[in-house]
């Protein structure tokens, strides 16, 4: 299980995805506020931060990538399933990006006025990951070409 590649993949994912849910994602500014992005939504960024926007959906959508990358892990007998699991996990850091797209349109409406966005670190690991997961699918494959190579000769 942890000799492959793939398992050092995901687990990049997995690490990559957990600092993704606490790092925060942007920063705006309207006015003279500043205000923090991250998964769990809008806060100020005062001595006592408080939540204006909820984005709970993009903290459970980044908290399922992290958890399906960590099954995947342990799904090493099942190659074809992993393969599965893997695709449909890069279908959901797609959709964390537009969700993400959908909720800076939302603040940015509500707002109104001029807001400008400062864009963190963590913004840019969901396509790191995608790029890790792309990875991880290619090796998962090679694998189960090669069983079932292995198979044909017996």
Do not use: H
């Not at 939540?51 to 459970?60: N, Q, R, S, V």
């Not at 393969?83 to 940015?108: D, E, H, P, Q, V």
């Not at 963190?120 to 969901?126: E, H, N, R, T, Y």
Request: hydrophobic fraction near 60%; proline fraction near 3%.
């Amino acid at each position: 299980m942890l000799q492959r590649i793939q398992t050092v993949y995901l687990l990049i994912i997995v690490a990559l995805t957990i600092a993704t849910l606490f790092l925060p994602l942007a920063v705006l500014q309207y006015g003279d506020q500043l205000l923090s992005f991250d998964a769990t939504g809008l806060s100020t960024m005062t001595a006592q931060p408080e939540l204006i926007y909820p984005a709970w959906g993009l903290f459970i959508l980044t908290a399922v990538i992290a958890i399906i990358a960590l099954v995947t892990i342990f799904l090493f007998r099942k190659r074809v399933l992993q393969i599965r699991l893997c695709i449909f996990n890069a279908l959901l850091m797609l959709g964390f990006y537009a969700l993400l797209a959908f909720f800076a349109w939302t603040i940015k409406n509500q707002l109104g006025g001029e807001v400008s966005m400062t864009v963190k670190i963590a913004l840019s690991f969901p396509i790191i990951n995608l790029i890790l997961d792309y990875l991880a699918i290619r090796n998962i494959g090679a694998d189960e070409a090669l069983v079932r190579s292995l198979d044909r000769l017996r």
